[in-house]
């Protein structure tokens, strides 16, 4: 059984920084795609770092453009994790976040396409 258990999140400060880690179990596919998303009250869930997953090679995570320079994903194919590094935290970072996951050779961009989720972790950053 697939399961995505997400850990961190909390409150901080605009300028500061938290850690997300997410940790994957029930996958046996060589290659799948982990990702992070965020949906802050009244918008849409976006993807805030997608990145593949592989036995065989290392794949480098794509980053949406608000969080580009200041969010940094890193993956631990062995013990399947993904943690999310957040730093120079954004009043408009605060958000829940969800670890997310899919047998995919692509990691998409849209939520639909998912089809494993996390609890979701609340992130709020005071100004």
């Known amino acids: 059984q697939v399961q995505l258990v997400e850990s961190g999140g909390g409150s901080a400060q605009a300028g500061g920084s938290l850690r997300l880690s997410c940790a994957a179990s029930?996958?046996?596919?060589?290659?799948?795609?982990m990702a992070w998303f965020r949906q802050a009250p009244g918008k849409e869930r976006e993807a805030v770092a997608r990145i593949l997953i592989s036995s065989d090679y290392l794949y480098y995570p794509v980053y949406d453009d608000s969080v580009q320079g200041r969010f940094t994903a890193s993956q631990d194919s062995a013990k399947n994790t993904l943690d999310l590094q957040m730093n120079r935290l954004k009043p408009e970072d605060t958000a829940m976040y969800y670890c997310a996951a899919v047998v995919s050779p692509s990691c998409p961009r849209e939520p639909q396409y998912y089809n494993d989720w996390g609890q979701g972790t609340q992130v709020t950053v005071s100004s």
């Open positions: 029930g996958y046996t596919a060589s290659t799948y795609c």
